[in-house]
């Protein structure tokens, strides 16, 4: 039975939208929270979690038996899942732990050590931010369980604290991410598109855990809308037939499950293109050097290159920037896509006798072998790769 009180999905599409929507279908002020009135019928909470109980995902860092979830490795794993699949994630987190098994240790590592480890993972601002975090945490004697006090931490969001928060120490909130964002829209029938409808989504997804029994157990209740929007409520395809809230889902009814949420067109990413030098001295060492700071890709590790730039390099242009004189041959294009644009790399590779102190000075040589630990991002460890190719081809294609 569809229980009353609270925010929730009405069986009829469009008695959903009038839960949120005034008559004559604007979106409502947003105010940080919503009225709430006996009319409005919320899914049931207890099936969702006998649901996830015969069901629920075996995850390296949830806690099973009744065990207490560890607040570092929820923290952990939230931040490595963002942007990123749990299928990605799980060598990583396991990598981690085995790196750094306390947040202690993971503070008194070296950041390029942190860096190196993430490498792969992408989105590498997090990776700073880890380390950062990790830092406060132990700074102020361990994780805070509030909310509130845990967005104050390097790092962490609105969602990411309500993950923790929830999860880790048993604060009834519910942490919307994408997939809770997915099953609230199915569930009233919310047409608005993303991004525009996130706030009246995540106002609605509070609601979720009205009943007694979701208070009872937030950590549960939170994993399992998450399992719910990975195994049922999937993009495509919902296997509404074998969900717990089937009866309860106003998109289901109107038969417009499938296409929600429904989102704003993509805008085509703008291209831009640099070249790549890939070059070995006769040790067998190659030429490297750091990112800024600041910006894209902050602190990693690339191999040197040009700037990234709108219009294509011209061989001369490109190779008045190559960090030694050599006879570049073309190793091959990288493509690689970003958030905000597409990235096109051409690759040159070449060897030299051995490297001038001054070729070295703004960067470092690395031994091949030791390239694999290295903290380099997934762009640039394409460009390796080529580089390393190049090596072996005999056709010459620039000289410098």
């Given at each position: 039975?569809?229980?009353?009180?609270?925010?929730s999905?009405?069986?009829?599409?469009?008695?959903?939208?009038?839960?949120?929507?005034?008559?004559?279908?604007?979106?409502?002020?947003?105010?940080?929270?919503?009225?709430?009135?006996?009319?409005?019928?919320?899914?049931?909470?207890?099936?969702?979690?006998?649901?996830?109980?015969?069901?629920r995902?075996?995850?390296?860092?949830?806690?099973?038996?009744?065990?207490?979830?560890?607040?570092y490795?929820?923290?952990?794993?939230?931040?490595?899942?963002?942007?990123?699949?749990?299928?990605?994630?799980?060598?990583?987190?396991?990598?981690?732990?085995?790196?750094?098994?306390?947040?202690?240790?993971?503070?008194?590592?070296?950041q390029?050590?942190?860096?190196a480890?993430?490498?792969?993972?992408?989105?590498?601002?997090?990776?700073?931010?880890?380390?950062?975090?990790?830092?406060a945490?132990?700074?102020?004697?361990?994780?805070?369980?509030?909310?509130?006090?845990?967005?104050?931490?390097?790092?962490?969001?609105?969602?990411?604290?309500?993950?923790?928060?929830?999860?880790?120490?048993g604060?009834?909130?519910?942490?919307?991410?994408?997939?809770?964002e997915?099953?609230?829209?199915?569930?009233?029938n919310?047409?608005?598109?993303?991004?525009?409808?996130?706030?009246?989504?995540?106002?609605?997804?509070?609601?979720?855990?009205?009943?007694?029994?979701?208070?009872?157990?937030?950590?549960?209740?939170?994993?399992?809308?998450?399992?719910?929007?990975?195994?049922?409520?999937?993009?495509?395809?919902?296997?509404?037939?074998?969900?717990p809230?089937?009866?309860?889902c106003?998109?289901?009814?109107?038969?417009?499950?499938?296409?929600?949420?429904?989102k704003?067109?993509?805008?085509?990413?703008?291209?831009?293109?640099?070249?790549?030098?890939?070059?070995?001295?006769?040790?067998?060492?190659?030429?490297?050097?750091?990112?800024?700071?600041?910006?894209?890709?902050?602190?990693?590790?690339?191999?040197?290159?040009?700037?990234?730039?709108?219009?294509?390099?011209?061989?001369?242009?490109?190779?008045?920037?190559?960090?030694?004189?050599?006879?570049?041959?073309?190793?091959?294009?990288?493509?690689h896509?970003?958030?905000?644009?597409?990235?096109?790399?051409?690759?040159?590779?070449?060897?030299?006798?051995?490297?001038?102190?001054?070729?070295?000075?703004?960067?470092?040589?690395l031994?091949v072998?030791?390239?694999?630990?290295?903290?380099?991002?997934?762009?640039?460890?394409?460009?390796?790769?080529?580089?390393?190719?190049?090596?072996?081809?005999?056709?010459?294609?620039?000289?410098?």
């Amino acid at each position: 039975m569809a229980r009353r009180g609270g925010f929730s999905a009405v069986v009829a599409g469009t008695r959903a939208c009038r839960a949120v929507r005034g008559d004559a279908g604007s979106v409502l002020p947003e105010r940080g929270s919503f009225a709430i009135t006996a009319s409005v019928i919320t899914p049931p909470d207890d099936a969702l979690l006998h649901w996830y109980d015969r069901h629920r995902r075996t995850l390296p860092w949830r806690a099973e038996g009744g065990r207490t979830p560890d607040p570092y490795h929820v923290w952990l794993s939230e931040i490595m899942l963002q942007q990123t699949t749990v299928t990605a994630v799980i060598p990583y987190y396991q990598k981690f732990l085995d790196l750094f098994p306390t947040v202690q240790a993971l503070a008194a590592a070296p950041q390029e050590q942190v860096l190196a480890a993430w490498a792969g993972l992408g989105y590498y601002a997090r990776a700073r931010n880890l380390h950062a975090c990790a830092q406060a945490v132990v700074a102020r004697g361990g994780f805070p369980a509030q909310v509130a006090e845990l967005r104050t931490l390097p790092g962490i969001g609105a969602y990411t604290a309500a993950a923790i928060a929830a999860i880790a120490f048993g604060v009834p909130v519910v942490p919307v991410d994408g997939n809770v964002e997915r099953i609230t829209a199915r569930l009233f029938n919310e047409h608005t598109p993303l991004p525009g409808a996130r706030k009246v989504l995540a106002g609605l997804a509070q609601g979720l855990n009205a009943g007694a029994e979701a208070q009872a157990r937030p950590s549960d209740f939170a994993q399992a809308l998450f399992d719910l929007g990975a195994g049922l409520c999937v993009p495509r395809a919902p296997a509404c037939g074998q969900c717990p809230w089937q009866a309860s889902c106003a998109g289901q009814a109107a038969g417009t499950a499938a296409s929600l949420p429904r989102k704003m067109p993509k805008v085509a990413r703008p291209v831009r293109y640099g070249v790549h030098f890939f070059v070995v001295d006769a040790a067998e060492q190659v030429l490297l050097r750091r990112r800024p700071e600041t910006g894209l890709l902050a602190s990693m590790t690339e191999i040197p290159g040009t700037p990234w730039q709108t219009a294509r390099w011209s061989d001369d242009a490109a190779l008045a920037t190559a960090p030694v004189r050599a006879a570049w041959r073309r190793a091959g294009t990288v493509r690689h896509v970003f958030t905000h644009f597409s990235l096109e790399i051409t690759v040159l590779a070449a060897r030299v006798a051995r490297f001038a102190n001054a070729e070295v000075s703004q960067g470092f040589l690395l031994p091949v072998t030791r390239l694999e630990g290295a903290a380099l991002p997934s762009v640039m460890r394409k460009c390796v790769a080529l580089g390393l190719q190049g090596l072996s081809d005999s056709e010459v294609g620039l000289s410098g």
